[in-house]
């Protein structure tokens, strides 16, 4: 019989965007039984997002799907909507709004797993820890787990309370297992065990067949635009590079600066869909700001840029030492613009194929062995 894992998830499972929980849990879903109970949303979700599963959330479809992966099957969990909280400054309110809105989706998952027969089972709570702390007398794991995989105080949607929740929540925990190392430093005080496993690639996707020329005169990026996005760097490089189109796929979440005519956001596209816009990029841009927020990322996006065979160019936001033989780390604006230029002028076959191999080493079915040996 196959052991269960429950994972109790902040990423939804509707979006179209790559999230290392959701990968994870594909991949494991090979020698386990999965069940993932989704993002809870709000009321205000309902009306205003898009990707909203309504009919499943509000009941009038099941709340139980079986999504059937590549790699095994998901049991998907949607729990009915929750008060939006996110505005409110005051801790006390807010605690007692976080109590409401967690007792109704814990009944509702308690009931859930009680309809799925599942009694034995190890607890994953990814990067959720308010509804964890909260909810945590309606589980009764045999182990539980807290992934980390941002730092939360430097986020938009949390950074307020969620850290005094992630405080009180990771000691209850069996073990932490965070995506850098930096993390892994940050939660070491606060956790009984901390262990670092890293993002990784989806191959089946991303290892296509790879040009060490693009044909397209293009500078590329993948993933959300957001706040960790260094505009001036870009708008610096743009200028002076007058001769390449800088384009962007991901959900732009912030408000765009004014810039050069050859930077173009071009949305959200699917997973699948992002070999195709890969293959065109001359080089792949990890162009972030040094922050508390970025300090702790270990990029999705630079795997899946080594796998295509892509140069990499990567502001030194982070501890990205594990990269340096396969991608330039660069200083500064102007060294961030002299490593676009060598990473154009000096690229080959034999440093396409390096990438590759370097980036199979990433790939998301050992993470999943290294989750799995893990919990």
């Given at each position: 019989?196959?052991?269960?894992?429950?994972?109790?998830?902040?990423?939804?499972?509707?979006?179209?965007?790559?999230?290392?929980?959701?990968?994870?849990?594909?991949?494991?879903?090979?020698?386990?039984?999965?069940?993932?109970?989704?993002?809870?949303?709000?009321?205000?979700?309902?009306?205003?997002?898009?990707?909203?599963?309504v009919k499943n959330i509000l009941g009038t479809g099941s709340r139980i799907r079986n999504q059937i992966t590549d790699h095994g099957e998901i049991e998907l969990i949607s729990t009915p909507p929750v008060l939006p909280i996110n505005w409110i400054k005051s801790a006390k309110l807010y605690d007692w709004a976080a109590k409401l809105n967690s007792r109704i989706v814990g009944r509702s998952i308690k009931s859930q797993l009680k309809k799925l027969g599942v009694e034995e089972y190890t607890l994953i709570n990814a990067f959720n820890p308010i509804f964890g702390y909260h909810t945590r007398k309606f589980f009764s794991p045999k182990k539980s787990i807290y992934y980390c995989y941002d730092e939360i105080s430097?986020?938009?949607?949390?950074?307020?309370?969620?850290?005094?929740?992630?405080?009180?929540?990771?000691?209850?925990?069996?073990?932490?297992?965070?995506?850098?190392?930096?993390?892994?430093?940050?939660?070491?005080?606060?956790?009984?065990?901390?262990?670092?496993?890293?993002?990784?690639?989806?191959?089946?996707?991303?290892?296509?067949?790879?040009?060490?020329?693009?044909?397209?005169?293009?500078?590329?990026?993948?993933?959300?635009?957001?706040?960790?996005?260094?505009?001036?760097?870009?708008?610096?490089?743009?200028?002076?590079?007058?001769?390449?189109?800088?384009?962007?796929?991901?959900?732009?979440?912030?408000?765009?600066?004014?810039?050069?005519?050859?930077?173009?956001?071009?949305?959200?596209?699917?997973?699948?869909?992002?070999?195709?816009?890969?293959?065109?990029?001359?080089?792949?841009?990890?162009?972030?700001?040094?922050?508390?927020?970025?300090?702790?990322?270990?990029?999705?996006?630079?795997?899946?840029?080594?796998?295509?065979?892509?140069?990499?160019?990567?502001?030194?936001?982070?501890?990205?030492?594990?990269?340096?033989?396969?991608?330039?780390?660069?200083?500064?604006?102007?060294?961030?613009?002299?490593?676009?230029?060598?990473?154009?002028?000096?690229?080959?076959?034999?440093?396409?194929?390096?990438?590759?191999?370097?980036?199979?080493?990433?790939?998301?079915?050992?993470?999943?062995?290294?989750?799995?040996?893990?919990?």
């Amino acid at each position: 019989m196959k052991k269960v894992i429950v994972c109790h998830s902040f990423p939804a499972w509707d979006t179209p965007y790559i999230k290392s929980t959701i990968e994870l849990l594909k991949q494991l879903s090979k020698d386990h039984r999965v069940i993932m109970i989704d993002y809870h949303y709000t009321i205000k979700d309902l009306f205003f997002n898009k990707f909203a599963p309504v009919k499943n959330i509000l009941g009038t479809g099941s709340r139980i799907r079986n999504q059937i992966t590549d790699h095994g099957e998901i049991e998907l969990i949607s729990t009915p909507p929750v008060l939006p909280i996110n505005w409110i400054k005051s801790a006390k309110l807010y605690d007692w709004a976080a109590k409401l809105n967690s007792r109704i989706v814990g009944r509702s998952i308690k009931s859930q797993l009680k309809k799925l027969g599942v009694e034995e089972y190890t607890l994953i709570n990814a990067f959720n820890p308010i509804f964890g702390y909260h909810t945590r007398k309606f589980f009764s794991p045999k182990k539980s787990i807290y992934y980390c995989y941002d730092e939360i105080s430097g986020t938009d949607w949390s950074g307020k309370h969620g850290t005094h929740y992630e405080e009180i929540y990771m000691p209850l925990v069996d073990e932490v297992i965070c995506t850098s190392t930096t993390l892994q430093s940050n939660k070491l005080p606060l956790a009984k065990q901390v262990k670092f496993i890293p993002n990784g690639v989806n191959l089946d996707i991303f290892l296509a067949s790879h040009n060490e020329k693009s044909k397209g005169n293009t500078i590329g990026y993948v993933g959300a635009v957001d706040k960790r996005i260094d505009f001036e760097l870009i708008s610096y490089c743009a200028e002076n590079l007058p001769e390449y189109n800088f384009e962007f796929y991901g959900p732009v979440r912030t408000e765009l600066p004014p810039l050069p005519n050859n930077v173009s956001f071009l949305g959200s596209i699917e997973q699948h869909m992002l070999p195709d816009k890969i293959q065109n990029f001359d080089v792949g841009l990890i162009p972030f700001v040094k922050s508390k927020l970025t300090a702790a990322i270990y990029p999705l996006k630079i795997n899946e840029y080594l796998a295509m065979g892509k140069p990499v160019v990567a502001s030194n936001f982070s501890d990205l030492s594990d990269f340096s033989k396969v991608a330039e780390i660069a200083d500064g604006r102007e060294e961030f613009l002299k490593a676009i230029k060598r990473s154009i002028r000096y690229n080959s076959r034999i440093k396409t194929q390096k990438r590759v191999e370097f980036a199979k080493q990433n790939s998301w079915a050992n993470r999943a062995r290294e989750f799995a040996e893990a919990i």
